[in-house]
């Protein structure tokens, strides 16, 4: 009787400790052809995952899923099966944490499987735990470096082309000799450009009258005394007391041969202008516009020679830029699992 009374209570104390598996998911699953499914479910240290499945179709006909992982979300896998057809299996828990079986079918068919999850506590174990999982968006944000081009400002300026030069033009009549050309590269992002034109007789009364002009020196001049909109209608105006008359042409470089070949070319040219002295022209340069331009200066002196005096500028309106590191940044958002409260 003594012994009876001392069993009956190690049965009743070993029963106290036991733990009742709780389900976690018992359903009959679905697993598309050529995909993966998963279940989510969370699972505490200690406890002990208890997985039955069965694989079937319709037809209840066993047909295996190729892959069957169970893992920790964000950790290591914990078992893996292939060409399972049913099973059971007993995993120990050793981290709390969300956790998933996956299922892989490659085939083009769907697969049906029976599926049972139970968690077994550890003994001792009475807190309370809830084992459904929920969902939320993270964001996670990429910063990275990339080349950045960026405007510094726009810089108006007065460009010489063309230096003084001056060059002797035999007299009219001296085939190839009675005439001079000048190229002239308009420079990019120009919006007028200017050339200057001063014949004379070759004294030196005369060159120091013709060269006492400088185009360049006055266009930056005025550049920086009057207003934007006030230089923009500005036309140099180039005077001197000992100058001669000279014809002046303006013309594509294709007529440069046929101008010092004596050819009258002027239903060709963009521009001439008959027994000029002294002169500044002043051209505006459309966008597209050959860059590429010849200035013509003929000697209409019979019988005598003459000295041309030339010269070029441009003004430029160009905005500057520089090359800079810029940081960017992309942000994608996932959904993760976490257990719920």
């Not at 208890?50 to 190729?66: A, E, G, L, Q, V």
């Not at 998933?100 to 077994?120: C, E, G, Q, V």
């Not at 033009?169 to 919006?191: A, C, H, M, Q, W």
């Amino acid at each position: 009787m003594r012994y009876f009374s001392i069993l009956s209570i190690l049965l009743l104390f070993g029963s106290a400790k036991a733990q009742n598996p709780v389900t976690i998911n018992k359903s009959t699953f679905k697993v598309g052809g050529v995909s993966n499914e998963y279940i989510y479910f969370g699972a505490k240290s200690g406890d002990q995952i208890n997985i039955s499945i069965k694989i079937t179709d319709k037809k209840d006909r066993p047909d295996d899923i190729n892959e069957v992982i169970l893992g920790k979300y964000g950790g290591d896998d914990l078992w893996k099966a292939e060409g399972l057809v049913t099973t059971n299996k007993k995993i120990s828990i050793n981290e709390t944490g969300v956790y998933f079986l996956k299922f892989w079918n490659s085939s083009l068919w769907r697969r049906m499987a029976d599926i049972s999850i139970t968690r077994t506590p550890s003994e001792g174990d009475t807190t309370a735990f809830n084992h459904t999982v929920q969902w939320r968006l993270e964001y996670d944000t990429t910063f990275y470096t990339v080349k950045d081009t960026v405007s510094l400002g726009v810089d108006t300026f007065v460009k010489e082309i063309v230096p003084i030069t001056v060059n002797r033009i035999e007299k009219l009549g001296d085939f190839k000799k009675d005439r001079v050309t000048y190229s002239v590269l308009v420079p990019e992002n120009t919006v007028y450009w200017y050339y200057k034109v001063s014949s004379f007789f070759s004294n030196s009364l005369n060159v120091k009258d013709a060269e006492a002009y400088n185009l360049t020196n006055d266009l930056e001049t005025k550049l920086s005394e009057l207003p934007w909109n006030k230089f923009r209608n500005y036309t140099p105006t180039c005077t001197t007391k000992y100058t001669v008359r000279a014809d002046v042409v303006r013309f594509n470089f294709a007529y440069q041969s046929s101008f010092l070949e004596n050819k009258d070319i002027k239903m060709y040219n963009t521009g001439s202008e008959d027994k000029v002295k002294s002169k500044v022209f002043k051209i505006k340069h459309a966008k597209g516009e050959s860059r590429n331009q010849i200035i013509g200066v003929a000697n209409k002196q019979s019988g005598l020679e003459i000295y041309n005096n030339f010269q070029a500028a441009a003004l430029v309106i160009e905005e500057k830029f520089e090359v800079v590191d810029a940081q960017k940044y992309r942000t994608k958002s996932k959904k993760v699992p976490y257990l719920s409260e």
